[in-house]
T-cell receptor
Framework: KAGVTQTPRYLIKTRGQQVTLSCSPI?????VSWYQQTPGQGLQFLFE???????NKGNFPGRFSGRQFSNSRSEMNVSTLELGDSALYLC????????????FGSGTRLTVV | TQLLEQSPQFLSIQEGENLTVYCNSS?????LQWYRQEPGEGPVLLVT?????EVKKLKRLTFQFGDARKDSSLHITAAQPGDTGLYLC??????????FGKGTRLSVIA
């Protein structure tokens, strides 16, 4: 079966711009979570969605937002980009909540210049 | 705030050596997950342990969940270059998001 698909893989943006990242979970998976990974902080939780509802939100500013569609696909948006937003953004899906493990996508590498 | 402390942060060993990576917390978790991540890719789930004291084996990898469900260890026997990567532990509790440790970067030299 197809894995978790994240697009685009790489992105270069300028400070002040906005960006939208996309995630298609494994077919049948209704839970989607987003993480930001940086060398210094590791994986930091951004959002969790289940059946189009945001179940949890991490400690990130309001510039970070997300949503989930009826087909379980998810998007996250970052507005007014800052240099510190440069990171690998990972999406993970699971059948229910991730107690038994997530399947991660390959990530979107965002570079803000 | 739940925290998972992983040690060591970095490990460089020769092929054939054994190693253990530790994952510790003051919090109790309903499950502990271990992932391996290679450069440019997302983490890949290796194992999930859910019962205190549980031991799971995956070829040369042995995973243990502490009796109190606050800590876990990963032991690799006779490490090979293919074991090189970033090893991450992650704890799950009820309705809270998965919490990740910062990882152990393992390098196995042939």
């Amino acid at each position: 079966k197809a894995g978790v698909t994240q697009t685009p893989r790489y992105l270069i943006k300028t400070r002040g711009q906005q960006v939208t990242l996309s995630c298609s979970p494994i077919s049948g998976h209704r839970s989607v979570s987003w993480y930001q990974q940086t060398p210094g902080q590791g994986l930091q939780f951004l959002f969790e969605y289940f059946s189009e509802t945001q179940r949890n939100k991490g400690n990130f500013p309001g510039r970070f937002s997300g949503r989930q569609f009826s087909n379980s696909r998810s998007e996250m948006n970052v507005s007014t980009l800052e240099l510190g937003d440069s990171a690998l953004y990972l999406c993970a899906s699971s059948l229910v909540r991730g107690t038994y493990g997530y399947t991660f996508g390959s990530g979107t590498r965002l570079t803000v210049v | 705030t739940q925290l998972l402390e992983q040690s060591p942060q970095f490990l460089s060993i020769q092929e054939g050596e054994n190693l253990t990576v530790y994952c510790n917390s003051s919090s109790v978790f309903s499950s502990l997950q271990w992932y391996r991540q290679e450069p440019g890719e997302g983490p890949v789930l290796l194992v999930t342990v859910v019962t205190g004291g549980e031991v799971k084996k995956l070829k040369r990898l042995t995973f243990q969940f502490g009796d109190a469900r606050k800590d876990s260890s990963l032991h690799i026997t006779a490490a090979q270059p293919g074991d090189t990567g970033l090893y991450l532990c992650a704890g799950a509790t009820g309705n809270t998001p998965l919490v990740f440790g910062k990882g152990t970067r393992l390098s196995v030299i042939a």
